[in-house]
Nanobody, 124 residues
């Protein structure tokens, strides 16, 4: 069983930056993707970015391309999400998740392990 602890959320003004961290513990052998999802009040949880564990390929939803960067430190079992030029519409609870399937980086249903989330609030 993999456990995730997210950190780094907070409140910033539009145009600001935050760096989210996702530290994994327990059985950390993941063969698919580690991703970040977000859920705003009244909306469904949506994929934001992911990194493939095998080749390190990264994926982003169009809304964050050019502003967010996902990266990983394999030695520390930690995945990061650097978020720059934040916008009010980025306000949400952000969740780290992982799966062993190599398909559908943005398919929420395929993710097996989830963290508790960290809140990001962007004011205009």
């Amino acid at each position: 069983q993999v456990q995730f602890v997210e950190s780094g959320g907070g409140s910033v003004q539009a145009g600001g930056s935050l760096r989210l961290s996702c530290a994994a513990s327990g059985y950390t052998y993941i063969t698919g993707h580690v991703g970040w999802f977000r859920q705003a009040p009244g909306k469904e949880r949506e994929a934001v970015a992911a990194v493939g564990i095998g080749g390190g390929r990264t994926y982003y939803v169009d809304a964050v391309k050019g502003r967010f960067t996902i990266s990983r430190d394999s030695e520390k079992n930690t995945v990061f999400l650097q978020m720059n030029n934040l916008k009010p519409e980025d306000t949400a609870m952000y969740y780290c998740a992982a799966k062993n399937s190599g398909l559908g980086w943005d398919n929420r249903a395929l993710y097996n392990y989830w963290g508790q989330g960290t809140q990001v609030t962007v004011s205009s």
